[in-house]
């Protein structure tokens, strides 16, 4: 019963964390409101959840990640391929090799593998902490683009760095061929099993709804578990079950170009994973939250650690480590820039050097999150030989001072840097939609003549369905001559669109509140105004864009 009323509580706290975030007369991320909330909790009630990373890291990242694979812009992410692998593999060994010695030099009585392991687990950044800042502050979308692609790979990658250096750590070698053979296996194997797993599951699902019909219900469910199966393969096969989550999401997203989804089920699917991803986000900073009262309680304890005996020298590391995940990352990012805009000018393509300003911000905007918290957590307890883990303690509360000092500078930081900030234009994308509707209007009309001709209707009925087919017909008809047009006419019919959208809008909002108002005078039934209103708001999120 406990355990029920804490998970209530966390429920209440996400709910909360959004209503305190619009009231407050400063930007202020959800995120860090959460993590308030979170530690108000375990200081009022005296209780937290006992965080068990195994469990945490099944019950959230697989749906998390999937849907971000799922979600995330398929173009943008092979566009930019070698700057995300970059950043997710090289800047990842570059960081656990540069802030570990750091570590080991600003604290000598923690072990060099130690320090290793510490600087590996805070190496990679957390793609549910990116799409959080991202809801308040306005992150260019190419940026965020790499920033979700950089952050959904550098997981397994900082993941296994900091399982070697454990390792090295517990018996007192390593192998750099065993890691890079283990790396190959968890990363080939995890993507592989991703794929498979959702490929067979869909050409199943799908097989079926061709011969008994398509249930939606039972098609969402189906779309819940297929992240939680390719984990656990993976897993069992001792591959990165986060690897597989994430590819399984790419897959899906592939899978889903098949339009064979009925259009109710891809509705009501999109409403069910907006609502588990916005309430897994919130838990997560909540649960991270909880776990900050009893880990800063141990301060005074671990500080004797670092050979000094007062806290403030935990304050002065914690800083330190920061700035230099944040140094580190800048000069990667501005020399691996420097090498693709070389390329590019060998290869004859016309370069445009970004700015300064936009560097440092994708410096700044490499937040950690929950991985590095649940990573951290697996750290072993004693060594082979019985003995304590070294500095284990120091390790966990330098790692969660990390997460929540990156999320203050990207809050602050990010909003400054990214301010009038004048970015390349990219008129393809208006440009492609454009022309995808002009193609589909075309089909349109095609169809729906070649249909009126297959029907073989009488006289009259054929009266009817030319009247109706008119009418039909000129939509799409006013759609090919309007995307026909150029230069300033172009211009002119888009303000004439949006001005359209609105009046449009308005009447529809006047109509769903005459529904409301019928059914509440019972002149309509609660079924016919629930049909009614969901028609309305198709409409009305088709025009607004959301």
């Known amino acids: 019963m406990e355990s029920i009323t804490l998970s209530l509580f966390l429920l209440l706290a996400v709910v909360v964390s959004g209503w305190l975030s619009r009231l407050s007369p400063v930007s202020v991320p959800v995120p860090l409101v959460q993590i308030a909330l979170g530690a108000v ?44 692998l970059q950043l997710a593999l090289g800047l990842v060994v570059f960081t656990v090799l540069g802030v570990g010695l750091l570590i080991h030099w600003l604290i000598p009585e923690m072990p060099l593998g130690v320090a290793f392991a510490l600087a590996a687990i805070i190496s990679p950044t957390d793609p549910i902490a990116v799409s959080a800042i991202a809801t308040r502050v306005p992150i260019p979308k190419r940026l965020m683009h790499i920033l979700e692609g950089e952050a959904l790979l550098n997981d397994a990658s900082g993941l296994v760095c900091m399982r070697f250096a454990v390792a090295a750590v517990l018996t007192g070698s390593f192998s750099l061929v065993d890691a890079v053979g283990t790396f190959a296996w968890l990363a080939v194997g995890g993507i592989a099993i991703g794929i498979g797993v959702t490929w067979v599951i869909t050409r199943a699902k799908n097989f079926i709804a061709r011969r008994i019909g398509e249930d939606t219900g039972s098609q969402v469910l189906i779309s819940l578990l297929i992240p ?20 399984a999401g790419l897959t899906m997203s592939y899978a889903e170009q098949s339009g064979q ?9 999109n409403a069910v994973w907006d609502t588990i991803q916005f309430t897994a986000n919130g838990v997560i900073f909540v649960l991270l939250g909880e776990q900050l009262p009893s880990i800063a309680a141990r301060a005074a304890q671990v500080v004797h650690l670092t050979g000094h005996d007062d806290p403030l020298w935990l304050i002065a590391y914690v800083v330190t480590i920061n700035v230099a995940l944040i140094v580190l990352r800048f000069a990667w990012v501005w020399v691996a820039l420097r090498f693709t805009l070389f390329r590019a000018a060998r290869k004859g393509e016309p370069v445009q050097k ?54 203050l500078l990207a809050s602050v930081g990010l909003p400054f840097l990214l301010k009038d900030l004048k970015l390349p234009p990219e008129p393809k994308a208006q440009a492609e939609e454009d022309e995808a509707r002009l193609e589909a209007a075309k089909a349109a009309i095609i169809a729906i003549e070649q249909f009126h001709k297959a029907l073989g209707l009488g006289p009259r009925e054929t009266d009817l369905y030319a009247d109706a087919g008119a009418r039909v017909l000129d939509f799409y008809r006013r759609r090919v001559e309007n995307q026909a047009l150029h230069g300033e006419n172009t211009a002119h019919l888009r303000k004439i669109e949006e001005i359209e959208r609105k009046l449009r809008l308005t009447g529809i909002r006047a109509e769903r509140d005459t529904f409301y108002h019928l059914s509440r005078s019972r002149a309509l039934s609660d079924e016919t105004m629930r049909k009614l209103v969901r028609e309305a708001d198709l409409v009305e999120a088709r025009l607004t864009g959301v």
Do not use: M
């Open 41 to 84: 909790i375990a200081l009022t009630t005296g209780a937290a959840v006992d965080l068990k990373p195994d469990v945490f890291f099944l019950l959230f990242l697989p749906p998390l990640l999937f849907y971000d694979g799922w979600k995330i812009p398929k173009e943008g992410l092979f566009r930019d391929k070698g700057t995300i």
């Open 228 to 247: 939680f199966g390719a984990y656990l393969l993976a897993e069992h096969f001792h591959c990165s079950g986060i690897l597989a989550a994430v590819a």
């Open 261 to 269: 989804a009925l259009p109710e089920t891809r509705v009501r699917r």
């Open 354 to 407: 970004p700015s300064l300003r936009l560097i440092a911000a994708t410096s700044l905007a490499g937040v950690r999150g929950a991985i590095t918290l649940a990573g951290v957590l697996t750290i072993p307890f004693v060594l082979s030989d019985g003995t304590a883990f070294p500095a284990r303690t120091l390790v966990i509360f330098l790692a969660a001072a990390v997460i929540v000092v990156s999320l």
